[in-house]
């Protein structure tokens, strides 16, 4: 497996799982040993259900003379035999219905062949922002009680809305830890307090506080995918340096591989508890020009909204994701339907006249070879997949069609929920233009 596949899934049930298949292995006050108790490469299971482990009791003996004396080492806490290996995949911005495996049109052949294997959990719950549906995901609790009621950058300071999953909140990975589990964490974070993201700590509410023993990722709600502010555990680094075309989604599939052949290697049997987080459907999307060119050679949206709609809606009927009567909510009389559309209106081209103005920018000034894809268009952003910054800034490309026909000012909460990230591009990249005027 090169690259891991992203899927979409809020596996509440996942953890619960997980417990599950600890506690079969080892019925109540069993105790799988290996080794001889006592010696340095002792082992042995815990009970699950009460964590963290008391220390045993020294087993050897100590008299005044070494030789009347008897070291004694504490035996290591390995899962049970049989213990699964766990890779959590969630994407952000991404709904049930986008990928294969859940009768999306985005091809996700890796997760459909899990699928084939496994199960499909169909009861997904999202709190529809990022912070708390990934605290009540890690923590398989009510986003409330582990302090995330809100997005930790609006954090209160009020209980449930904090942004401190407390002690009494044991992650899953920490639960899995405890029991000899490797726990990892690739990609986005967003469940450290802001006033927390300093290198000078204190780390308790960073991944590796949390019972993750190695991150890599970063550590806010978005970032560059080009020149990312980027952790490895606790230290900042920057591996794009002097790699023209390194993509931070690639870069983590790699790291992630990487940590997992290092592992096999150093300690085959011991199982893993993965969580793979990747931020490429969050803004600012940036993938590949590879990936670009692949997907758009599908011509998977041609048809438009309302067909596309129709396609997945058949699709997850046939893969039985949702039950057979269900029947589709009436499109709203405020959204126009894409047969209605005049050519202009649904083209995002650069070379007819326009009905009104857009601004394009990108996080950092990027060569040639990486695209810039986020287009502001009457309010909203949307992709444009062939813009390089030679054309960005020649100024002959600052004009797209507009959806509707008058450009709008954004909105004030559009304004302030990007103004922090675009701010960067401006200091970064002078020439480029002002995005809110």
Known sequence: MKKL???????????????????????????????????????????????????????????????????WWPPRVVPPK???????????????????????????PALDRVAKMGLRYTQFHSTALCSPTRAALICGRNHH???????????????????????????????LKENGYATSWFGKEHNTPGFQYSIAGPFDQWPVGMGFEYFYGFM???????????????SQIYPWVGKPGWNLTTAMADDAIKYLQELNAAAPDKPFFLYYVPGGTHSPHQPTPEWIEKISAMHLFDKGWNALRETIYAN??????????????????????????SAGEYSMGCNV????VCTMATMNAVNDAQPIHRVYVDGFWMDETDVTKTEFESSSRLRVISLSPSARRPRKNSQRRHQRSWSRARRSSPRLPQLYP
């Open 145 to 175: 009680s582990v302090g995330f009621g809100v997005v930790t950058e609006a954090s209160t300071g009020y209980p449930g809305y904090d942004s401190i999953i407390g002690p009494e909140n044991a992650t899953i990975a920490e639960i």
């Open 82 to 108: 049989g213990a699964p290996n766990v890779l959590l995949i969630m994407t952000d911005d991404a709904g049930y219905g986008v990928p294969s495996t859940f009768g999306g049109v985005i091809p996700t």
């Open 220 to 234: 806010g709600g978005n970032t560059d995918q080009w020149t990312p502010y980027l952790f490895r555990n606790t």
């Open 353 to 356: 006249p326009s009905e009104g």
């Open 5 to 71: 596949d992203q899927g979409r899934g809020l596996f509440f049930g996942l953890a619960l799982a997980c417990l599950l298949v600890l506690s079969a292995a080892v019925p109540v006050n069993a105790q799988q040993v290996t080794g001889t108790l006592g010696s340095p490469n002792a082992t042995t299971t815990i009970d699950p259900k009460y964590l963290p482990a008391a220390p045993p009791e020294f087993g050897g003996i100590i008299n005044l003379d070494a030789k009347q004396s008897k070291p």
């Open 316 to 341: 997850q009927k046939q893969l039985g994701v949702i039950p057979p009567g269900t029947e589709l909510t009436p499109w709203p009389d405020i959204l126009p339907k894409w047969d209605t559309l």
